[in-house]
């Protein structure tokens, strides 16, 4: 009896392991057989010669399109049911999702990293640059450098370290292009040249990396997320998880030692006479805030976290001194993973982190291409 009590017990706790497995498994399992049918789905996958993919991470155009129509409707309307201002920015494929050939800081070399994830874009000069970092935190961050009228993938242009890339902004009176990111742990705007960015391009073979020519800490703004150039000033956006942002606005000199970039005074204490800020050069804005762009009498910020639906909020430009939701005259409901935005002709070009390998699912809209939206629907004048 004591040996068939024995073996009932050890059935009973074998059953319990099981069950026990197989609950904990399950949600993986289930899991792992999404991600195969999604690969399934993928189109075939093409490559530029410099290692860096060139095809959709996920879907064909018209998938693509579908997903945004059946559930983002108002967004598809004004994307496009809406005539264009321009056709830059639209349905432009995001490189390297798949694989990009950077700089590999564990194995000292170049290596294919396979989790780029997408955070910054820019219209600049005759390109859309869009910048990414390594979601595996191993290899050098990027810039993919793209035609502006055709889209087409021109090159990746590697960074210094692998940093958290931000925001990017083009100054065009400078002809200086900006990047937000860390310095030795605290924020910093770093920038080069477009001539240097021109050069780079022009060469024949893959470069070393592009060495920036200013990198400038920035103590007043932890957590440097969005940037943006308007009117002789960058604007340079706080994220913040659960508390609110700031924004802090520093005006780039146009003559004498520090002409085209920012001056000493306005890195160490930003001054009184920075337009649309409050006396101490900084104004709140909403959590979990990703991109900023300003229009017309208008100020947009992009706010996302997590896979849940991102948030377009639509500012007067008089709200500046609070840009909490409450002052918003428009809330848009967008995609999951919205990073950055930047205003081009009258389109707002939107850049989501969603299609990296890191953050695609099946049960969300995935955007691996940018996206361009008539402003004039969005704020329903069209």
């Known amino acids: 009896r004591r040996r068939l009590r024995l073996l009932v ?13 197989w609950y904990w498994a399950y949600p993986a399992y289930t899991k792992w057989q999404m991600r195969q049918a999604m690969l399934a789905a993928r189109p075939k996958v093409v490559k530029a010669k410099d290692g ?15 997903s945004l129509r059946d559930n983002y ?28 050939r950077s700089y ?24 859309i640059l869009i910048t990414a970092y390594d979601g595996q935190h191993r290899h050098a961050s990027v810039i993919y450098v793209l035609d502006k009228k055709t889209g087409k993938f021109l090159k990746t242009v590697r960074l210094p370290g692998r940093q958290h890339l931000g925001g990017i902004a083009y100054d065009p009176k400078g002809m200086r292009i900006w990047l937000t990111g860390s310095m030795d742990g605290k924020s910093a705007l770093m920038s080069f040249t477009l001539a240097k960015l021109i050069e780079y391009v022009s060469e024949a073979k893959s470069s070393d990396q592009l060495v920036y020519d200013q990198e400038i800490p920035i103590n007043s703004i ?15 956006g706080y994220f913040s998880e659960s508390g609110h942002g700031k924004v802090a606005s520093y005006k780039l000199a146009r003559s004498g030692k520090y ?6 005074s306005e890195i160490t204490s930003i001054n009184e006479s920075v337009s649309w800020s409050d006396p101490d050069g900084t104004t709140s804005m909403n959590k979990q805030i990703q991109g900023l762009a300003i229009y017309g009498d208008k100020i947009f910020l992009s706010q996302s976290y997590g896979s849940k639906d991102s948030k377009l909020y639509i500012f007067p430009i008089t709200a500046v001194d609070n840009l909490d939701e409450s002052n918003a005259e428009q809330v848009v409901r967008m995609p999951p993973y ?3 935005i930047t205003v081009y002709r009258g389109q707002l070009l939107c850049l989501f982190e969603s299609a990296s390998s890191q953050y695609a699912r099946q049960d969300i809209t995935v955007m691996d291409r940018t996206l361009s939206v008539n402003i004039n629907a969005l704020l329903n004048n069209n």
Do not use: C
Request: proline share 4%.
């Open 222 to 236: 932890a957590k440097a997320s969005a940037l943006t150039y308007y009117a002789d000033q960058l604007f340079v």
């Open 52 to 66: 860096t993919s060139t095809s959709p991470a996920w879907h064909n155009l018209r998938a693509y399109r579908k």
């Open 9 to 21: 017990f050890s059935l009973v706790l074998l059953a319990g392991l099981g069950a026990a497995g």
């Open 259 to 264: 002409k085209n970039t920012i001056t000493t």
């Open 104 to 127: 590999d800081y564990q194995s000292k070399k170049l290596t294919t990293a396979t989790a780029m994830t997408p955070q910054g874009i820019a219209v600049v000069y005759n390109y």
């Open 73 to 100: 409707s108002f967004v598809y309307q004004a994307a496009y049911q809406t005539p264009k201002r321009t056709t830059v920015g639209q349905d432009v494929v995001i490189p390297g999702l798949i694989s990009t």
């Open 338 to 340: 919205l990073e950055q």
